[in-house]
């Protein structure tokens, strides 16, 4: 999995090859299609995968966050792009520019929701402890997770506007105005 993650990042998909990821991973082509099948559910696997590994250390963060507020940074860290050549990012970028069957659309509104459930949790907790504003959870949870989707795109694009200033901050700061509570400043 790692093999295919670090080789998508450098060729991307269309370039890529099952021979290249067995040769990196130190496998034969043939034990890789014997599993996977073909290509685009090897990426699709890798794509699960890699959510898994990235929602467990997620949880692992979130479990040791002080406030909710703390939480709502985290989910920010985590979804956003850690740099222009972010290979987890590279890869849902690449995944998602694929044709899917019903099974694979199926693997992808999964993980998509997956997000959506984090966030949507975090913004209940906050809001039944009175640290957030009472939001429409799900219209809220939609524009946020389009809103760090934009920015997710400017940053492996690499626009210029983020080389000084930071994604993280910009979106935490947007998130946190609209979900500040009534009376405070």
Known sequence: MRAAISLIAEKGTAGLRMSDIAERAGMSTGHILYHFGKKDRLLLEVLAWSQRDLWDRFQQA??????????????????????????????????????????GRAVLTELLDGWDARLAAILREGRDLGHFADVDLTEFTIRAVAMLSGLSEDVMFGRSRWQHASAHAFALTALERELRPAGQG
């Open 62 to 103: 979130v479990d040791q966050a002080a406030s909710s507020a703390e939480k709502l940074d985290l989910f920010v860290r985590f979804y956003l792009p850690r740099h222009q050549g972010d290979e987890r990012y590279a890869l849902w970028t690449q995944v998602l520019a694929q044709r899917h069957d019903d099974a």
